[in-house]
């Protein structure tokens, strides 16, 4: 019996750690980005059209990133300013 109840705890942890990383990366629509981020797209991206948008948790601080058919990927905080810009080669 001592053994069902391990397995049953081992279970509980594993699936509280999984819905945990789950929930830290989650994909968005460009409307729900800040203001701000969504204000720098319209401005300066131009006709580049948005492939995805991630919501990452990380260090206790909220991230996005928007990836470009152009190749282009920005990260903004979670204010919505942009604090990295990459370009795929």
């Known amino acids: 019996m001592k ?6 705890a081992l279970i509980a942890v594993v699936f509280a750690v999984t ?6 990366k989650k994909i968005l629509t ?3 980005l800040p203001e701000a ?3 720098y797209i319209k401005e300066k991206m131009g006709d580049a059209k948005v492939l995805y948008v991630k919501k990452e948790h ?7 990133e928007v990836k470009f058919d ?5 990260e903004f905080d ?7 810009i990459d370009v795929d080669d």
């Open 3 to 8: 053994k069902v109840y391990q397995l049953l």
């Open 19 to 24: 819905s945990c990383e789950m929930n830290r």
């Open 30 to 32: 460009v409307e729900e």
């Open 37 to 39: 981020a969504q204000t």
């Open 58 to 64: 990380k260090n206790l601080r909220v991230r996005y």
């Open 70 to 74: 152009n190749q282009m990927e920005l």
């Open 78 to 84: 979670s204010d919505g300013e942009i604090y990295d």
